[in-house]
């Protein structure tokens, strides 16, 4: 894609950032771009509010990210994500540490547009929600099963007994799906992948399907509730069934030098030398902090879905290993929680 000197931001900030805004519009200012500081979260953005800017910035961890995704005023505008002060993100183009470099690569183009596909859940034929990572089907109660049938453009492939499954897209393809056996799909691939998560069957393995593909979810049978879960951020109640296509728009990211597939080989090496040996719960509750960035207890368990005691126990490993540590949140003084080291 053809880029262009960046003349006017909007700038969403994550809770706790809100005392930094005058310096951020300030240093945007120095480069000849004009930053407008977002007072109002962007659910309640219309497109129409940003009509006047070329790009949207979030200084956010990757849950502030995804959820921003699933707003429409983002499928007009560029994104450049960027990880606030001591955080490490998995999206952010570059660390905080590296804004001021970024701002002035803006304002002189040099930059790449990299689109990323996005999929879209109708669920009960009606609901529509939309995902960057992941749309993924689980009974609301953690620790048990759910059976379903599997259809991919209406030909059927399995009936199951599993926690779950999932759709996730290349870009999801090194979060949710990658901790329960997902295979790497290199980025900007034109594929997605489904993911049985726990299946009872060993012959249930993860399928890589055209993106263009539609799945469908039907003749769910639980003990509790089901819902469709996306990006881990969104959640409806399942009645009937799940189809889930690619969605129309993508969401485009900036981004400096550096690819999202060096991102992903990086990770991927720092993640198999580390947690190899551990117990799968622990295995989990690590992929979570570092694709979600620094939770609180009751955060992971609500990303997780595991029971409270595993994920202490995931967390007492963790904390043992040097994996992760407990630390002051720098939004909320008051506030305890754990990071991936």
């Not at 940003?50 to 994104?79: F, R, W, Y």
């Amino acid at each position: 894609m053809q880029v262009m000197p960046v003349k006017r931001v909007a700038v969403a900030l994550s809770k706790g950032l809100g005392s930094r805004a005058a310096a951020i519009t300030k240093l945007f200012s120095t480069t000849g771009i004009d930053a407008r500081v977002l007072t109002k979260p962007l659910t309640s953005i219309k497109p129409s509010d940003l009509s006047d800017v070329d790009a949207l910035v979030i200084i956010g961890t990757d849950s502030d990210v995804l959820k921003a995704t699933h707003q429409a005023v983002v499928e007009a505008l560029p994104i450049l994500p960027i990880s606030p002060p001591g955080y490490s993100t998995f999206f952010a183009s570059t660390d905080w540490e590296g804004l001021k470099e970024a701002v002035e690569r803006l304002a002189r183009g040099e930059y790449v547009l990299r689109p990323y596909t996005r999929i879209e859940a109708i669920v009960n034929g009606e609901a529509v929600t939309r995902a960057l990572n992941e749309v993924a089907v689980f009974p609301s109660r953690s620790a048990s099963v759910m059976e379903y049938d599997l259809f991919v453009n209406k030909e059927f492939v399995w009936r199951d007994k599993a926690d779950g499954i999932l759709i996730a897209t290349p870009a999801g393809s090194t979060a949710y799906a990658f901790s329960v056996g997902g295979p790497i799909v290199m980025p900007h691939s034109k594929v997605l992948e489904v993911v049985p998560v726990n299946t009872v069957n060993p012959l249930r393995r993860a399928l890589v399907i055209p993106e263009d593909a539609e799945v469908t979810i039907t003749n769910i049978s639980s003990r509790y509730v089901v819902e469709v879960i996306a990006d881990g951020v969104e959640r409806v109640r399942v009645r009937e069934e799940v189809r889930v296509v690619k969605a129309p728009s993508p969401v485009t990211f900036i981004r400096f030098g550096e690819g999202l597939s060096d991102v992903i080989e990086r990770k991927v090496r720092v993640v198999a030398g580390e947690v190899k040996d551990l117990p799968p719960s622990a295995k989990y509750v690590l992929k979570m902090l570092k694709v979600y960035g620094p939770a609180s207890t009751k955060e992971l368990l609500a990303l997780t879905g595991l029971p409270e005691r595993t994920v202490r126990h995931a967390l007492s490993v963790l904390l043992r290993r040097g994996l992760v540590r407990r630390v002051t949140d720098l939004r909320d003084l008051r506030r305890r929680v754990y990071r991936a080291v």
